[in-house]
């Protein structure tokens, strides 16, 4: 069998929307990109994959139909249930650089592939939203990362962004938390983490913190516990992603947990930013200065009613959908996720004017805890250990 690359395919919508400045900006002309470039997918996932092409004949969809705004949420979605359980590719595995896992703490683990050209077009993504809120920068910087040892993680996708976002300040140290112990186990130490806290707090460097929150919630109430404050340098900055809760049947408010930081460790409320995101999907959603998830320009949120799987109008709670078009190696263009939540109604005031949504919990009958439930798993094997 012939392993010879095909070339990539022309998408020039897609390449210009996924790297266009001040994402959080949308413009008349960012539209006008964003649905071409959702055609130019669509078409192309349709004419090569089979799968993605008797999705569309079965819901009637033409993809040369996408022509306006209103249009992209006629796309016929996958599932993020489905992507667990099977592997639709529309290149070639042997074009796949990179493969990346969600974490399958439910035993069913989603795997992305991206090719060269679709991961460049995500990772200029984030680069747009992150130069945007200002957390660029050519400061070294130590970094301190409450998630899995990226050298043992291996394709782990939640490693892998922690890791990827230290390529916006240059890393003068990095420590990352979730180490296997001489068993083989995942296991966190809160008296290793305090140290290369304290170590920092003197180093006098700004510290860029990544976290999942049930793992820096816990680091938070050991400092309270030792009755530890601490003033980390000016210019830190804190991002949270993948789930909130903070231990098996006790939550904590995403204010609350703001301000704990600010209290035990001096950075400022503003400086503090939550993420939404899925492997499914690979798109960013990073909260702006007053705590929003904005809709970047190279993205939509669509919120569904469960039942008839209609567009909901803003301020209605439903399924949320994600859409974004910068991957030709899988056709992940409109993900129909198990979240629900809501297009926001009112504007937000930081400054920005993109659209706002909130996520409101997860659907279905049976809890799923994600990321959180492996991470109360080992915050509860360390301390017995």
């Known amino acids: 069998m012939s392993t010879e690359v095909s070339p990539p395919p022309v998408l020039e919508a897609a390449e210009a929307i996924c790297r266009i400045d001040e994402p959080l900006h949308w413009t008349p002309r960012k539209t006008e ?13 349709a004419a090569n994959n089979g799968d993605i092409r008797s999705i569309y004949e079965r819901h009637g969809f033409d993809p040369r139909s996408i022509r306006e ?31 990346l896992t969600s974490s399958g703490t439910r035993g069913q683990k989603t795997q992305i592939w991206f090719d060269q050209e679709s991961l460049d077009r995500c990772q200029a993504q984030l680069t747009g939203q992150w130069a945007q809120e200002g ?11 409450f998630n899995y040892n990226p050298a043992d993680a291996g394709n782990l996708g939640t490693a892998f962004a922690d890791k990827n976002q230290q390529r916006f300040a240059p890393v003068a140290r990095s420590y990352s938390t979730i180490r296997k112990n001489a068993a083989g186990a995942w296991e966190s130490r809160q008296d290793d983490i305090l140290r290369i806290l304290s170590e920092y707090e003197q180093e006098g ?9 049930a793992f820096l919630y816990e680091t938070l109430l050991e400092m309270k516990a030792r009755n530890l404050t601490m003033k980390l ?22 204010a609350e947990f703001r ?8 950075i400022p409320a503003e400086w503090i930013r939550d993420g939404y995101g ?31 799987l209609a567009p909901l109008p803003n301020g209605q709670r439903g399924l949320i959908e994600l859409v974004t078009p910068f991957n030709t190696m899988m056709p992940n263009l409109a993900i129909l996720t198990t979240d629900l939540g809501r297009i926001d109604a009112d504007a937000c005031d930081c400054g920005w004017q993109s659209p706002t949504f909130t996520v409101l919990g997860r659907g279905g009958i049976t809890k799923h805890k994600g990321c959180a439930l492996t991470a109360n798993e080992i915050v509860r094997r360390s301390s017995a250990s």
């Open 233 to 254: 340098p000016e210019g830190s900055f804190v991002g949270t992603g993948g789930g909130w809760k903070a231990a098996e049947d006790k939550q904590i408010s995403r």
């Open 278 to 308: 899925m492997a499914e999907h690979c798109a960013p959603y990073i909260e702006c200065k007053k705590h929003r998830l904005h809709v970047g320009a190279y993205t939509r949120v669509i919120v569904r009613d469960p039942a008839t």
């Open 135 to 145: 957390l660029v920068s050519d400061r070294p910087t130590n970094y301190l990362s």
């Open 259 to 266: 301000a704990t930081i600010t209290e035990r460790l001096g």
């Open 205 to 213: 460097l700004p510290v860029r913190i990544f976290a999942m929150p």
């Open 69 to 99: 705004e209103a249009d992209i949420a006629r796309i016929p979605p996958l599932g993020v249930t489905a992507m667990k359980s099977y592997t639709i590719h529309t290149r070639p595995a042997s074009e796949c650089v990179l493969n």
């Open 33 to 45: 990109l964003m649905v071409a470039a959702c055609r130019e997918l669509a078409i192309y996932h």
